[in-house]
């Protein structure tokens, strides 16, 4: 009953998505930090911008400024302008429209500590349609080939995959070949509601991180509604991950969980939002069987708690707040947190814990105590300074956070978090600087993390792909319990931006990774440089 159910929403609303009607373009704009030419102008205070749901819309970000001219260069021959203001290929009529982009990223890099160059080989496309008036379509693929002779080669044999964009297979012996797809088909009848079906990711918080929803892990699913009206935004979505923990053959299908995300952000003044955030996920399939998609979480206005507990699941249920404070328009505050379970006397005792020590009589850091934190500061044009940016941002996340009494129902996908890329039992402080003269952009990042690993065979609370009813202990847990790890992420990176429409662009950076096991320290540094289009965020820094 429920397949047919899901079956029956989902061929609704693409038959919604089919109507021809007349208008404008409006898609979803894309989300990599570095290229973001809108925040100093969606942050600014008067326009009550709802800042924390990405990806933002074209049509609202025109609210504010026109998104297409904010880097445009006034050329008056044909050829150069498309090179460095539109995109290569457009069509338009008054019902029909699309722009057809290449996507690309080539790049050389050496780490001394081999012999051998790093290269990244990525060629794809990107379609942008209209399709009347209130039905738009997005669509991109890459193709990509790749070797690391550096610290990227450890993070991909750490969490199995290409971080952010899912499995690949060998190449040439030592080297990676990967595929990239996302696409969307939304339909927007008015100003208030925007229905996109696709493939994809997205993002809820106002950091670089995100502890609620972040841009971390592969494309997956997904089913959104987002609703405007007064100075409210409220996002639905429910999605389809996969887990990666085991191995199957070619042709047998992983296993799947669900996942349905509500989240309110109120601009309560000008200068103040604050946000509710809820998910629940859940297994395909339970032990007596197939269980699909739950029509009990498909009502996007209910409180999804109390559904999981009277249906008798147990599901995992999260809970989180959000807020943001701007100060003189190029100040910003803001903040996160999120808990999964936690027991308020076992909170008491953490407190009394920490005005007397010496009793050790006290039941403090409870295992299930799982929350984790956010809190992080912007500012736009500093001193003065036109287009000077800086930001700095704390992470914390208590063992166990995220991880569930199975897998199959932890909060990731693709073997990695859906929340922060260490997965939890961490500290983590992050600095960024940027600053772009015209089409020139330069931006230095610094990341200070300290995480506990799980060690002996125990589980500290680290791993949230682990059990977490085999915790290593019931109390006296505290972050970065296990074997100590602080790790360390310098970058700076310099890009001159060629096409805005797709933010290609020419860039030269130097990174250095250094880790410190319990006294044991190793550091390598990588210079690369090269051609890309930079449409999405893909992390190496943890």
Known sequence: MAD??????????????????FGQESHSLY????????DRYVYQKQNRFHTSVKPYQTRQVNTTVNADSIYRIDVSRKLPDILLNRSWITYKQSDFEFTIDPLMHFELGRDSDYDKMSWVNTRGFVLNARLGKYVFVTSDFYENQAKFYDYRRDVVSNVKTIPGQGAYKSFKGDGYDYAWADATISFQP??????????????????????????????YPFLRITTDFWNIKYVNLWAQFQDFTKHYDYGHPHDKKWGSFNYLDWSVTPWLNIGL??????????????????????????????????????????????????????????????IDEFKLENV?????????????????????????????????????????????EMNVARPFMYSHVTHIQNYGHYKQPLAHPLGCNFREFVLIGRYNYKRLFVEAKYIHAMHGRDVGGQNMGNNIYADYT?????????????????????????????NPRTNMNVYVGFTRRSEDVEGTKTAKNLITFGLRTSLQNIYYDF
């Open 31 to 38: 989300m990599d930090h570095e290229f973001n030419h809108f």
């Open 277 to 338: 955030f809820e998910a629940v996920i859940w297994a395909a399939a339970d032990s007596i069987g197939h269980r699909g998609f739950d029509i009990n979480y498909a009502n996007p206005v209910i409180f999804t708690r109390p559904v999981e507990f009277s249906v008798g699941s147990s599901d995992n249920a999260l809970m989180g707040l959000t807020g943001k404070l701007t100060l003189w328009n190029n100040h910003v505050l803001y903040g996160q947190f999120i």
């Open 470 to 498: 085999s915790h290593a202990q019931e109390y006296y847990n505290e972050i970065g319990q296990g074997q100590k790890v602080i790790l360390q992420n310098t970058s700076a990176k310099a890009s001159f931006l060629i």
């Open 348 to 392: 008491k005792a953490g407190i009394k814990h920490q005005f007397n020590k010496s009793d050790s009589t006290i039941k403090w850091g409870w295992w299930a105590n799982k929350w984790a934190l956010q809190m992080g500061y912007k500012t736009f044009d500093l001193f003065g300074l036109q287009h000077l940016d800086i930001q700095a």
């Open 190 to 219: 008015d100003e208030h509601f925007d229905i996109t079906f696709g493939h994809g990711k997205n993002f809820i918080g106002d950091g670089y991180r995100s502890m609620l929803l972040s841009d971390v892990s592969a494309n």
């Open 4 to 21: 047919m159910m899901q079956r029956i929403i989902f061929s609704v609303l693409i038959a919604m998505c089919s109507i021809p009607v």
